[in-house]
């Protein structure tokens, strides 16, 4: 089990052991004595994480490969805007796609029916990919050098923050149908992201939602992060986020060392 977020992800190497009490009931604090202990298995976890992360990160600019990590709750539309994006940039760019979710292959499959090669990781109890996990993916793909690599994360606003994956950029999506409240309720997420999809734009006739509400908040935990307001079912703004790849793409290209072309 992660320690890190409490959820059921075997991270490869922890040892960590379950703890039950004598007196037979759980309850939401920790005891002073585990609580030292506790922090140190946080600390592990996430320092080896972050090893495999840094590997990840060397391998893919050896390559010119730009990856990026999508997370988002359940359903904000990562996959419909990972098909739209294929389907714009299948041809002109190498593309690979790493899916994943607790249970089900069904986005790998709906990547694979887009016509583009995809491994699913199914997480079990897991709420998070992990940079091991993805790292032995990335391998198994077939992704020419200077291709685009897209990680689907686990729908989850909370745990894939703390979990590097080695990728370029973390790309947080909130649609419209979740509340403007969202980056101030899950800041972590929010802050870690260097890009904000705000997707489903389409349905804002129809929902309460307060776009410059929403702009505010993700501003005042990220003031940096780059914003993309797009609907993948209407495809209005998709193409700013088609250009932002595309440039993501070349820069990839560019950087990578002259030994590895
Ligand atoms: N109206 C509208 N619906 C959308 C849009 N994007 C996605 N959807 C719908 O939202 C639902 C969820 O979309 P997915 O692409 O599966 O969302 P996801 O984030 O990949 O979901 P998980 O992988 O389960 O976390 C589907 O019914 C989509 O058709 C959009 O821009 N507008
Ligand atoms: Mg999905």
Same mark, same amino acid.
């Given at each position: 089990?992660?320690?890190?977020?409490?959820?059921?992800?075997?991270?490869?190497?922890?040892?960590?052991?379950?703890?039950?009490?004598?007196?037979?009931?759980?309850?939401?604090?920790?005891?002073?004595?585990?609580?030292?202990?506790?922090?140190?298995?946080?600390?592990?976890?996430?320092?080896?994480?972050?090893?495999?992360?840094?590997?990840?990160?060397?391998?893919?600019?050896?390559?010119?490969?730009?990856?990026?990590?999508?997370?988002?709750?359940?359903?904000?539309?990562?996959?419909?805007?990972?098909?739209?994006?294929?389907?714009?940039? /299948?041809?002109?760019?190498?593309?690979?796609?790493?899916?994943?979710?607790?249970?089900?292959?069904?986005?790998?499959?709906?990547?694979?029916?887009?016509?583009?090669?995809?491994?699913?990781?199914?997480?079990?109890?897991?709420?998070?990919?992990?940079?091991?996990?993805?790292?032995?993916?990335?391998? +198994?793909?077939?992704?020419?050098?200077?291709?685009?690599?897209?990680?689907?994360?686990?729908?989850?606003?909370?745990?894939?923050?703390?979990? +590097?994956?080695?990728?370029?950029?973390?790309?947080?999506?909130?649609?419209?149908?979740?509340?403007? +409240?969202?980056?101030?309720?899950?800041?972590?997420?929010?802050?870690?992201? +260097?890009?904000?999809?705000?997707?489903?734009?389409?349905?804002?006739?129809?929902?309460?939602?307060?776009?410059?509400?929403?702009?505010?908040?993700?501003? /005042?935990?990220?003031?940096?992060?780059?914003?993309?307001?797009?609907?993948?079912?209407?495809?209005?703004?998709?193409?700013?986020?088609?250009?932002?790849?595309?440039?993501?793409?070349?820069?990839? /290209?560019?950087?990578?060392?002259?030994?590895?072309?």
């Amino acid at each position: 089990m992660c320690m890190t977020c409490g959820c059921g992800t075997s991270h490869p190497h922890s040892h960590e052991h379950a703890h039950t009490h004598e007196h037979g009931h759980s309850h939401g604090y920790t005891h002073a004595g585990q609580k030292g202990r506790r922090l140190s298995l946080e600390q592990d976890i996430l320092a080896e994480n972050n090893r495999y992360a840094a590997a990840n990160r060397v391998a893919w600019r050896a390559q010119g490969v730009f990856a990026l990590n999508l997370v988002s709750s359940p359903g904000s539309g990562k996959t419909s805007v990972l098909v739209r994006t294929i389907e714009a940039l /299948r041809g002109a760019v190498p593309l690979a796609v790493i899916e994943g979710d607790q249970q089900t292959d069904n986005d790998a499959q709906r990547i694979h029916a887009a016509g583009v090669p995809a491994i699913q990781i199914n997480t079990g109890k897991g709420c998070h990919l992990d940079a091991h996990a993805v790292g032995h993916a990335a391998q +198994d793909l077939p992704l020419s050098d200077g291709g685009l690599l897209l990680i689907e994360n686990v729908g989850n606003l909370v745990c894939p923050a703390a979990f +590097d994956l080695g990728e370029a950029h973390k790309v947080v999506m909130l649609s419209v149908t979740e509340g403007e +409240d969202k980056p101030i309720k899950y800041p972590d997420m929010f802050a870690a992201a +260097d890009v904000l999809l705000l997707n489903k734009i389409d349905l804002l006739p129809y929902v309460d939602f307060d776009v410059a509400q929403a702009l505010t908040y993700a501003h /005042r935990i990220n003031p940096g992060v780059r914003v993309f307001q797009l609907s993948a079912r209407s495809g209005e703004g998709l193409s700013a986020w088609f250009d932002w790849l595309r440039d993501g793409v070349d820069s990839a /290209r560019r950087e990578m060392p002259q030994q590895s072309r």
